[in-house]
């Protein structure tokens, strides 16, 4: 069972980044050949009483899917916050698990602040207490990133954090290995 854990890139037709996949639905899709496999993962494979199938780490879709206006639409999930956000609460600074962490409203909902990813940041139990419904200037609290790097999409987001722990998708996702200064800018 080992072997269906995991994650699987699936790429649109065009080679662009849709999302992941487990490696059950992965399977499922090259079965019905709905999907050209691109990269295999490493020498793991399925084993059935009859057949071996190798586990695919990449798929690419085998007809174009428009998905631009869903990805519009398409919700926001706090998992996706806190790893844009590293996890770490962005008053204090301090990094903590994600049953210890909460979403804050930047510009707070009783100020009609939206619950978009732009207006929301992680932060601990003791911050979003500590700052209420304040904005984080009145509450002398400065956030530890920009608002603009806030707005940053959470799938690209999530994708690039499944990236770290696999090396083969860098190529289909662009990217590269990186710099010194962006190592310090996300510190």
Not at 58 to 70: D, E, F, G, P, S
Not at 103 to 115: C, E, F, N, V
Not at 119 to 140: Q, Y
């Amino acid at each position: 069972m080992a072997v269906l854990n995991g994650r699987v890139l699936l790429l649109n037709f065009s080679y662009e980044p849709l999302g992941t996949v487990g490696v059950a639905r992965a399977m499922c899709l090259v079965l019905r050949g709905v999907v050209f496999v691109e990269e295999f993962d490493g020498e793991r494979v399925l084993r059935s009483p009859s057949a071996e199938f190798r586990v695919p780490s990449v798929v690419r879709l085998r007809a174009y899917v428009n998905v631009r206006r869903k990805r519009q639409a398409a919700g926001m999930k706090r998992l996706r916050i806190y790893v844009r956000d590293r996890f770490q609460c962005q008053y204090c600074g301090k990094k903590k698990s994600a049953h210890e962490l909460t979403l804050d409203h930047i510009t707070p909902r009783a100020r009609d602040g939206r619950s978009t990813p732009e207006n929301l940041a992680t932060a601990c139990v003791a911050c979003n207490s500590r700052k209420g419904s304040r904005t984080p200037a009145e509450a002398r609290m400065p956030l530890l990133t920009t608002q603009r790097a806030l707005s940053v999409g959470l799938d690209r987001v999530m994708l690039c954090h499944y990236a770290e722990s696999r090396p083969q998708w860098r190529k289909y996702l662009f990217v590269g290995e990186t710099s010194e200064d962006e190592q310090r800018a996300s510190a």
